[in-house]
């Protein structure tokens, strides 16, 4: 049973993997931010997917591919926490 549990863990994780390949565009920029060490080739051949994010992390940086998945699920997690900042709601915005 606890098997499944982690399989049903890595599903989620894919799922929103999913969502951040349909909005890579607009998460490139966050990315970069992150992780400086990225360039722009890297983030095109990346085009947000999980595989390909984790191996360029473990080749920019040097680290262990369990701790390049573990970070790039963390971004992952702690950028889909931030409530609509990305594009939808910034039109109300008001400039001096």
Same mark, same amino acid.
Not at 71 to 77: F, I, P, Q, T
């Given at each position: /049973?606890? !098997?499944?549990?982690? %399989?049903?863990?890595? =599903?989620?994780?894919? /799922? %929103?993997?999913?969502?951040?390949?349909?909005?890579?565009? =607009?998460?490139?920029?966050?990315?970069?931010?992150?992780?400086?060490?990225?360039?722009?080739?890297?983030?095109?051949?990346?085009?947000?997917? #999980?595989?390909?994010? *984790?191996?360029?992390?473990?080749? &920019?940086?040097? *680290?262990? #591919?369990?701790?390049?998945? #573990? &970070?790039?699920?963390?971004?992952?997690?702690?950028?889909? /926490?931030?409530? !609509?900042?990305?594009?939808?709601? #910034?039109?109300?915005?008001?400039?001096?």
């Amino acid at each position: /049973m606890p !098997e499944n549990a982690g %399989n049903f863990k890595v =599903q989620v994780n894919s /799922m %929103n993997w999913d969502q951040v390949a349909g909005q890579w565009k =607009q998460l490139k920029g966050s990315a970069k931010e992150k992780w400086g060490k990225l360039t722009d080739d890297d983030l095109n051949q990346i085009n947000g997917k #999980r595989e390909q994010f *984790i191996g360029k992390l473990q080749e &920019r940086y040097g *680290i262990a #591919r369990e701790e390049a998945q #573990r &970070r790039a699920d963390e971004w992952l997690k702690n950028h889909s /926490m931030q409530p !609509e900042h990305q594009h939808a709601g #910034r039109h109300s915005t008001t400039t001096k």
